[in-house]
């Protein structure tokens, strides 16, 4: 029986390789304006697969919305100017080179001549006024198209040339160019009649053909197999070049295996059957490493990630609403003291041993260590210290009865549930070592996992929510996508939504001064003005902050040029520069 | 026959005597954290270190090195009976601070191992086996008798009435439970204390479970009231409620054992689906059903293993009860009605 | 025939009614597709109550119902919100895969199953029959999810298996390296789904089977000297039959539900993984079309059940039992 297996898949594997070998990449021509990576370098051939934890839903860049098809249209398609993931900084990618003029209002860009896309229809400004005409369509309703609406209007695109676009914002707006990234630039000569016709929301499903998707991205659509896997090509096409002047991407093929959970692709990763795995949780990680003499995996810990995890207190405006239980306990809630008395009493070195099995990050503030171009070093990081926890307490006007529990000025017991979601194992960790935590300061608290729409519904539409712990930023490191979060009238303003005006001083400034960084061309300036907004929030706690995961992401041996990173795709952003060595080669275990 | 069924009802009395008294046999609260001792493996008992062999357990402390956990031989902690600890209630009557064993402070007992705040899984196992337990085999009461109840009126008295009970129950069967699930918990009020859990999980689930039981008893109520002796009966005038007491309900006593044996685990691991959905025993009150939900990590199923205790008890006592269905059900068959 | 023609009737009250609660118990839920967006801050809620009214999510359920029930008479089921699709051809694609498991789940189960049962029960007593009892036991009371996650851990670390091969329908492969290939990929799923269903119907059969034998009308058959073959065969078996009917009704009506945890968890591209994440994403037309499509066959199965049971019980056909 063994025998048969291996022969099976011997005759497989072979079988594979004949068809594994993709289109030959073009050699480059004279007339074509390439990009080249000056320091990378590896050999054609090879396959790679990275298990995914969902099927993605469609092809289409304008109106995919969750994060598995974002990932894979992501190696389908180019943007006009991209984030350098390892860098974090702004490179020019289908763009050659752009000037700002001096109010930063208008962007000129020089795309690259010559380039094709991954049909071999030549790509020029055309493409560029369709694409975002396609963005900025009301009908398109498409999840990006908010990003270009600035101060409620939107951007305006001309075509100066057949190679040269120029933008204009309608106010000066910060690092305007980080917006690009992100925005696919689209084949119009694939996509101008659907959208003419009234199609565009329909093209590019999961039953779109081959022949129908085209990208200016390293790879471009093999085949789809229902429930199962997306094969991508190399794009023979492709507008990168390596140190040798040899046209990227390396790999003949890549696939996206639907796994399902982490554990299902840690279990896939230890079979072999996948070459790669994004995110690991701390437990996958060591587990990993602990084999990692024997599999000569690759296990890279990238230090802390951006994302922040907190815990919220509802001080939503609830007269409109039947919630009186929740709005006697909301006094408490909006005690400044019994905020920092929950914040003293908060073990966070636990919740990075225990949680992050110390491959995290404490936070006291929204901007970690992770991200260094913009975190405020200043800000004190006290330890855990219940003592302190106390003291505020009483001088906030609680008291203990002789049991020990908690009660406030009026004499009623200090009781009340936080939510999570039920799917985040990480979350409800933190849940259960601050519930213990609380209940050395006699507070009772009720954990109260939910299904994750549950919970967003009760934390953005019904309110009827105590305290919740959740998660957000990892998007970018910019200031700018924080906007919704800070600013009063923001939409992701979780502790007081629907606030009309600043109910507090602090409020109204941190919307001044989120508003001013957001026109500030020059960093140091806007560095001055977020470095108070983050000594604003940490003081003013409406947001209790916990910690943050150490980005983790593993490879095996075989994959050359791994250089995981801490921003979204964390080790798919380098696609077109990774290459599975040869056997032969030195496998170089890190 | 008679030596395994006295040995099956032993165990049986002594696991239900076990969880009953989960506060005295188990060390420690289950609810109290060690964090400096996550995930340590089982404590290991000793009777005989350099000094030659002694007459009391004892044990060492755990110590994190770099590699794992240590036994720290310095210092030996004799194992105690009958020692003091936390207090609590002793079956709802009286505070006492006795335990079954334990060991001096800072040492600590673990027979399974901690999990992975450092509490103590054989504490949490004892405890959870309370509710657990409970709640399994009060929701196959409940799924049992509503799904006979059910099954027997269609099964007896056919027709639309048949018809429609067993359109019930595919209505039950078919409908998005998942959606279902959601929708009750939205409608209950954020905190819901640990007895009410207890009753909900137990609702719930026998809600949900009865449509199966029902359609089984239905068949073979269908073909046995057709037997030669219920028609007799019948003609002799016997009332319905008679004939279903004395001739029916025998025949299907067999299929309700069964499918009780299969019922009872099925509903305590149920607890896990429910507490995806916040139905479930909440952190951090023990369960063996939110226990093992953190089993579903793979990581954590292959390096530690001790956390596997739930599943271990779940298994003894499903067997125990398994093992006394059969006895009971050989027991149903000697004399057999009808003759 | 009136029997069959009053099961049919039944059987679309049945659906419709079913259609209904569906949609209620869809609309019962908190939460929305949507949802997802408004996590990301860049997404201004404008947008996504666009979104929401372009997919109707807005209408009264009423409307909603009443637009779903006219274009489902067309066969058309309405449309996926995550995957921007027809949802029949979605669901039919995914079922094929999950039917091939189950239909092959389900024969291997029978075939093992039937027999032991009755052979257990021609033995009890015996240590075979007492290793059996315990055995099943202990399958019994672990829990599915417990068993699947240990069964893969155990393939994973001691690598006994190739855990996904090529694809399940590629192009340019063999007719030979194909089914290989999938026999490899459906040994696990098959196994555990196999293993932990022929517990539960072994347990069945042989209680059913015991209890026939111990009846006085077989061991008058054994007393006049009639094989004990020949007694198993026409006597006894089709006095038991009826939970082992029953079961296999439940076999047949949960062939596309039935396998929902495995499917996830050894990431076979059925109706389960595509299912489950469409509940929790809410994607409210594929839900809908899904349970109903596990309605069909829970209602066809059971309808099959039902002429089987009155196909082994003369008693029920002859209507001795309508009278009074």
Same mark, same amino acid.
């Given at each position: 029986?063994k025998v048969?297996?291996?022969?099976?898949?011997?005759?497989?594997?072979?079988?594979?390789?004949?068809?594994?070998?993709?289109?030959?990449?073009?050699?480059?021509?004279?007339?074509?304006?390439?990009f080249?990576?000056a320091?990378?370098?590896?050999?054609y051939g090879?396959q790679?697969?990275?298990?995914g934890?969902?099927?993605p839903k469609?092809?289409?860049?304008?109106?995919a919305?969750?994060?598995v098809s974002?990932?894979?249209i992501?190696r +389908?398609?180019?943007?006009?100017?991209?984030?350098?993931r390892g860098?974090?900084?702004t490179?020019?990618?289908?763009?050659?080179s752009?000037?700002?003029?001096?109010?930063?209002?208008?962007?000129?860009?020089?795309?690259?001549?010559?380039?094709?896309?991954?049909?071999?229809h030549?790509?020029d400004?055309d493409?560029?006024l369709?694409?975002?005409?396609? &963005?900025?369509d009301?009908?398109v309703?498409?999840?990006?198209?908010?990003?270009?609406i600035?101060?409620?209007?939107?951007?305006?695109?001309t075509?100066?040339d057949?190679f040269?676009?120029?933008?204009t914002?309608p106010?000066?707006?910060a690092?305007?160019?980080r917006?690009f990234?992100?925005?696919?630039m689209?084949?119009?000569?694939l996509?101008?009649?659907?959208?003419?016709q009234?199609?565009?929301?329909?093209?590019?499903?999961l039953n779109?053909?081959?022949?129908?998707?085209?990208?200016?991205?390293p790879?471009r659509?093999k085949? &789809?197999?229902?429930?199962?896997r997306v094969?991508?090509?190399r794009?023979?096409?492709y507008?990168?070049v390596?140190s040798?002047?040899?046209?990227?991407? &390396?790999?003949?093929?890549?696939?996206f295996?639907?796994v399902?959970?982490?554990?299902?692709?840690?279990?896939?990763?230890e079979?072999?059957?996948?070459?790669?795995i994004?995110?690991?949780?701390a437990?996958?990680?060591?587990?990993?490493?602990r084999?990692?003499?024997?599999?000569?995996?690759?296990?890279?810990d990238?230090g802390?990630s951006l994302?922040?995890?907190?815990?919220?207190f509802?001080?939503?405006?609830?007269?409109?609403k039947? +919630?009186? !239980?929740? !709005?006697?306990?909301q006094?408490?809630?909006?005690?400044?003291?019994?905020?920092?008395?929950?914040?003293?009493?908060?073990d966070?070195d636990?919740i990075?041993?225990?949680v992050?099995g110390?491959?995290?990050? !404490?936070?006291?503030?929204n901007?970690?260590?992770?991200n260094?171009?913009?975190v405020n070093?200043?800000?004190p990081?006290?330890?855990?210290?219940?003592?302190t926890?106390?003291q505020l307490?009483k001088?906030a006007?609680?008291?203990?009865n002789p049991?020990?529990?908690?009660?406030?000025?009026?004499?009623?017991?200090?009781?009340f549930?936080?939510i999570?979601?039920?799917?985040?194992?990480?979350?409800m960790?933190?849940?259960?070592?601050?519930?213990?935590?609380?209940?050395?300061?006699g507070?009772q608290?009720h954990i109260v996992p939910?299904e994750f729409r549950?919970?967003?519904?009760r934390?953005?539409?019904?309110?009827?929510?105590d305290?919740?712990i959740?998660?957000l930023?990892g998007?970018?490191?910019?200031?700018?996508?924080e906007?919704n /979060?800070?600013t009063?009238?923001?939409t992701?303003h979780?502790?007081h939504?629907n606030e009309?005006?600043p109910?507090?001083a602090?409020?109204g400034?941190?919307?001044?001064?989120m508003?001013?960084q957001m026109?500030t061309?020059? &960093?140091?300036k806007?560095?001055?003005?977020y470095?108070r /907004?983050?000594?604003l929030?940490s003081?003013?706690l409406?947001?209790?902050?916990?910690?943050t995961p150490?980005?983790l992401?593993?490879?095996d041996s075989r994959?050359?040029?791994?250089?995981?990173?801490?921003?979204?795709?964390?080790?798919l952003?380098?696609a077109?520069e990774?290459y599975?060595?040869?056997?032969?080669e030195?496998?170089?275990?890190? | 026959?008679?030596t395994?069924?006295?040995?099956?009802i032993?165990?049986? %009395?002594?696991?239900h005597?076990?969880?009953?008294?989960?506060?005295?046999i188990a060390p420690?609260?289950p609810v109290a954290?060690?964090?400096?001792?996550?995930y340590?493996p089982?404590t290991?008992?000793?009777?005989?270190?350099?000094a030659?062999?002694?007459?009391?357990?004892f044990?060492?402390?755990w110590?994190l090195?770099?590699?794992?956990?240590?036994e720290?031989k310095s210092?030996s902690?004799?194992?105690?009976l009958?020692?003091?600890?936390s207090?609590y209630?002793?079956?709802?009557?009286f505070?006492?601070?006795r335990?079954l064993?334990?060991?001096?402070p800072?040492?600590?007992?673990?027979l399974?191992?901690?999990?992975?705040?450092?509490?103590d899984?054989?504490?949490?196992?004892?405890y959870?086996?309370?509710i657990?337990?409970?709640?399994g085999i009060a929701?196959t009461?409940?799924a049992?008798l509503?799904?006979?109840?059910c099954?027997?009126?269609?099964?007896y008295?056919?027709?639309?009435?048949?018809?429609s009970l067993m359109?019930?129950?595919e209505l039950?069967?078919?409908?998005p439970?998942l959606?279902?699930l959601?929708?009750?918990?939205a409608f209950?009020?954020?905190?819901?204390?640990?007895?009410?859990?207890?009753?909900?999980?137990?609702?719930v689930?026998?809600l #949900?479970?009865w %449509?199966?039981?029902a359609?089984l008893?239905r068949?073979?109520v269908l073909?046995?009231?057709t037997?030669?002796?219920?028609l007799a009966?019948?003609s002799?005038?016997?009332?319905?409620?008679?004939v279903?007491?004395?001739?029916?309900?025998?025949e299907?006593?067999?299929?309700?054992m069964?499918q009780?044996?299969?019922?009872?685990?099925?509903y305590i691991?149920?607890?896990?689906?429910?507490?995806?959905?916040g139905?479930?025993v909440n952190?951090?009150?023990?369960?063996?059903?939110n226990?093992?939900?953190t089993?579903?990590?793979?990581?954590?199923l292959?390096?530690?293993?001790?956390?596997?205790a739930?599943?271990?008890?779940l #298994?003894?006592?499903?067997?125990i009860?398994?093992?006394l269905?059969?006895?009971?059900q050989?027991?149903l068959?000697?004399?057999h009605?009808g003759? | 025939?009136?029997?069959?023609?009053r099961?049919?009737l039944r059987?679309i009250?049945l $659906?419709a009614g079913?259609?209904i609660?569906?949609f209620?118990?869809?609309?019962m839920?908190?939460?929305s597709?949507?949802?997802e967006?408004r996590?990301n801050p860049?997404v201004s809620p404008?947008t996504?109550a666009n979104?929401?009214?372009?997919y109707?999510?807005?209408?009264?359920l009423?409307v909603?119902?009443?637009?779903w029930v006219?274009?489902?008479?067309?066969?058309?089921?309405?449309?996926?919100?995550a995957?921007?699709?027809?949802?029949a051809?979605?669901?039919w694609g995914?079922?094929?895969?999950?039917?091939?498991?189950?239909?092959?789940?389900?024969?291997?189960?029978?075939l093992?199953?039937?027999p $032991?049962?009755?052979?257990?029960?021609?033995r009890r007593?015996?240590m075979?029959?007492q290793?059996?009892?315990i055995?099943?036991s202990?399958v019994?009371?672990?829990?599915?999810?417990?068993?699947?996650?240990?069964?893969?851990a155990?393939?994973v670390?001691?690598?006994?298996?190739?855990?996904?091969?090529g694809? $399940?329908h590629?192009e340019?492969i063999?007719?030979?390296?194909?089914v290989q290939?999938?026999a490899?990929r459906?040994?696990l799923p098959?196994?555990i789904?196999v293993?932990?269903?022929?517990?539960?119907?072994?347990?069945?059969?042989?209680?059913s089977?015991?209890?026939?034998?111990?009846?006085?009308?077989?061991?008058a058959a054994?007393?006049?000297?009639?094989?004990?073959?020949?007694?198993?065969?026409?006597h006894?078996?089709?006095a038991?039959?009826?939970?082992?009917i029953?079961l296999f009704?439940?076999?047949?009506a949960?062939?596309?539900s039935?396998?929902?945890?495995?499917e996830?968890?050894c990431?076979?591209?059925?109706?389960?993984?595509?299912i489950l994440?469409?509940?929790l994403?809410r994607?409210?037309y594929?839900?809908?079309?899904?349970?109903?499509?596990?309605?069909?066959?829970?209602?066809g199965?059971?309808?099959?059940?039902?002429?089987m049971?009155l196909?082994?019980?003369?008693?029920?056909?002859?209507?001795?039992?309508d009278?009074?």
């Amino acid at each position: 029986m063994k025998v048969t297996t291996s022969l099976a898949l011997l005759v497989c594997l072979l079988a594979g390789e004949c068809l594994a070998a993709g289109p030959t990449p073009q050699k480059p021509n004279p007339g074509e304006e390439l990009f080249q990576a000056a320091q990378v370098s590896g050999h054609y051939g090879g396959q790679l697969t990275i298990g995914g934890r969902a099927e993605p839903k469609t092809f289409n860049p304008v109106i995919a919305a969750d994060a598995v098809s974002r990932e894979m249209i992501g190696r +389908l398609m180019a943007d006009l100017i991209e984030i350098n993931r390892g860098s974090q900084q702004t490179e020019p990618a289908l763009t050659k080179s752009w000037k700002t003029s001096a109010d930063g209002r208008v962007f000129t860009l020089q795309l690259r001549k010559g380039i094709r896309f991954s049909d071999g229809h030549p790509f020029d400004a055309d493409d560029v006024l369709f694409s975002f005409a396609v &963005y900025m369509d009301e009908n398109v309703d498409s999840p990006q198209r908010d990003l270009l609406i600035i101060d409620g209007k939107p951007l305006t695109v001309t075509k100066i040339d057949q190679f040269t676009v120029r933008f204009t914002l309608p106010r000066a707006y910060a690092a305007a160019e980080r917006l690009f990234d992100g925005l696919a630039m689209l084949p119009r000569h694939l996509l101008e009649k659907p959208y003419r016709q009234g199609k565009f929301v329909q093209s590019w499903s999961l039953n779109a053909s081959t022949n129908e998707v085209a990208g200016l991205g390293p790879f471009r659509l093999k085949r &789809y197999v229902p429930g199962e896997r997306v094969v991508l090509e190399r794009n023979p096409y492709y507008w990168k070049v390596d140190s040798h002047n040899d046209r990227l991407p &390396y790999l003949d093929e890549l696939t996206f295996l639907f796994v399902g959970t982490e554990d299902a692709q840690v279990m896939r990763f230890e079979a072999g059957a996948t070459n790669m795995i994004s995110r690991l949780s701390a437990e996958n990680y060591s587990l990993l490493n602990r084999e990692r003499n024997r599999t000569g995996a690759q296990l890279s810990d990238l230090g802390p990630s951006l994302e922040y995890n907190f815990v919220v207190f509802n001080q939503n405006d609830l007269s409109s609403k039947k +919630l009186d !239980a929740i !709005a006697r306990k909301q006094k408490w809630f909006r005690d400044l003291k019994f905020r920092q008395a929950i914040s003293a009493a908060i073990d966070r070195d636990a919740i990075v041993r225990l949680v992050y099995g110390t491959r995290g990050t !404490a936070l006291w503030g929204n901007v970690g260590p992770g991200n260094k171009l913009w975190v405020n070093t200043a800000i004190p990081h006290p330890q855990a210290s219940p003592a302190t926890a106390r003291q505020l307490l009483k001088s906030a006007g609680f008291s203990w009865n002789p049991s020990g529990q908690l009660l406030d000025s009026s004499g009623a017991l200090v009781e009340f549930s936080i939510i999570t979601s039920s799917s985040n194992t990480q979350r409800m960790k933190m849940a259960t070592l601050l519930q213990d935590d609380l209940s050395h300061l006699g507070m009772q608290v009720h954990i109260v996992p939910l299904e994750f729409r549950a919970l967003v519904d009760r934390v953005f539409q019904s309110f009827d929510y105590d305290a919740a712990i959740m998660g957000l930023g990892g998007g970018d490191a910019d200031p700018n996508p924080e906007m919704n /979060v800070w600013t009063t009238k923001g939409t992701s303003h979780l502790w007081h939504l629907n606030e009309a005006q600043p109910e507090t001083a602090w409020e109204g400034e941190i919307d001044r001064l989120m508003q001013q960084q957001m026109v500030t061309i020059d &960093y140091t300036k806007r560095k001055q003005l977020y470095d108070r /907004v983050q000594q604003l929030i940490s003081e003013n706690l409406p947001f209790i902050f916990l910690a943050t995961p150490n980005v983790l992401a593993a490879a095996d041996s075989r994959v050359g040029n791994f250089h995981p990173a801490i921003l979204d795709p964390y080790t798919l952003w380098n696609a077109d520069e990774l290459y599975i060595r040869r056997p032969t080669e030195n496998a170089g275990v890190r | 026959m008679r030596t395994k069924t006295a040995i099956l009802i032993a165990a049986l %009395a002594a696991l239900h005597l076990a969880l009953l008294c989960a506060a005295f046999i188990a060390p420690y609260d289950p609810v109290a954290q060690n964090r400096e001792l996550p995930y340590a493996p089982p404590t290991r008992l000793h009777l005989h270190d350099a000094a030659g062999w002694h007459l009391r357990l004892f044990v060492y402390r755990w110590t994190l090195g770099d590699e794992g956990y240590l036994e720290d031989k310095s210092e030996s902690f004799p194992v105690h009976l009958l020692t003091t600890g936390s207090s609590y209630e002793f079956l709802g009557i009286f505070d006492t601070t006795r335990h079954l064993f334990g060991v001096a402070p800072p040492a600590s007992i673990a027979l399974f191992g901690t999990d992975g705040f450092g509490r103590d899984e054989f504490s949490r196992v004892l405890y959870g086996g309370q509710i657990s337990v409970a709640a399994g085999i009060a929701a196959t009461l409940i799924a049992l008798l509503a799904g006979a109840l059910c099954g027997v009126i269609a099964g007896y008295y056919g027709n639309w009435t048949d018809q429609s009970l067993m359109a019930g129950t595919e209505l039950f069967l078919s409908l998005p439970w998942l959606y279902f699930l959601l929708g009750v918990r939205a409608f209950l009020p954020l905190h819901v204390s640990p007895v009410r859990t207890f009753f909900l999980l137990t609702c719930v689930i026998g809600l #949900i479970g009865w %449509a199966r039981p029902a359609r089984l008893v239905r068949g073979i109520v269908l073909s046995s009231r057709t037997r030669n002796y219920v028609l007799a009966a019948r003609s002799f005038g016997a009332s319905d409620l008679h004939v279903i007491r004395e001739h029916i309900l025998p025949e299907i006593l067999g299929v309700l054992m069964t499918q009780a044996t299969v019922l009872v685990p099925r509903y305590i691991a149920a607890e896990v689906t429910l507490s995806f959905f916040g139905l479930g025993v909440n952190e951090p009150v023990a369960s063996w059903g939110n226990m093992l939900s953190t089993l579903q990590q793979y990581s954590v199923l292959v390096s530690y293993a001790w956390l596997l205790a739930p599943v271990g008890a779940l #298994i003894i006592t499903s067997v125990i009860y398994a093992l006394l269905a059969d006895v009971v059900q050989s027991r149903l068959e000697f004399p057999h009605p009808g003759n | 025939m009136r029997y069959l023609g009053r099961t049919l009737l039944r059987a679309i009250l049945l $659906l419709a009614g079913i259609s209904i609660l569906c949609f209620l118990f869809t609309e019962m839920a908190p939460g929305s597709f949507f949802d997802e967006l408004r996590l990301n801050p860049q997404v201004s809620p404008e947008t996504i109550a666009n979104l929401r009214s372009r997919y109707g999510l807005d209408q009264p359920l009423i409307v909603r119902y009443g637009r779903w029930v006219k274009s489902a008479a067309r066969a058309d089921f309405g449309y996926s919100i995550a995957y921007n699709a027809p949802v029949a051809p979605l669901l039919w694609g995914r079922a094929k895969n999950t039917l091939l498991l189950t239909a092959t789940g389900m024969l291997l189960t029978w075939l093992i199953s039937l027999p $032991l049962g009755v052979w257990l029960a021609a033995r009890r007593g015996r240590m075979l029959d007492q290793a059996f009892s315990i055995a099943s036991s202990f399958v019994v009371s672990i829990p599915e999810v417990v068993i699947a996650v240990a069964l893969l851990a155990i393939v994973v670390r001691w690598r006994l298996l190739p855990l996904s091969a090529g694809p $399940l329908h590629g192009e340019g492969i063999s007719l030979r390296t194909h089914v290989q290939d999938l026999a490899t990929r459906m040994l696990l799923p098959v196994t555990i789904l196999v293993f932990v269903e022929s517990a539960i119907i072994v347990r069945h059969v042989r209680a059913s089977v015991l209890e026939v034998l111990g009846t006085p009308f077989v061991q008058a058959a054994h007393s006049f000297g009639i094989c004990r073959a020949r007694v198993l065969f026409r006597h006894v078996l089709p006095a038991a039959a009826s939970p082992a009917i029953s079961l296999f009704g439940f076999s047949l009506a949960g062939l596309v539900s039935g396998s929902l945890l495995i499917e996830v968890i050894c990431g076979w591209p059925g109706l389960g993984p595509l299912i489950l994440e469409a509940t929790l994403s809410r994607d409210l037309y594929l839900v809908i079309g899904g349970i109903m499509l596990s309605a069909l066959f829970m209602v066809g199965g059971n309808l099959i059940a039902d002429l089987m049971l009155l196909a082994a019980d003369p008693r029920i056909r002859t209507g001795a039992l309508d009278a009074d």
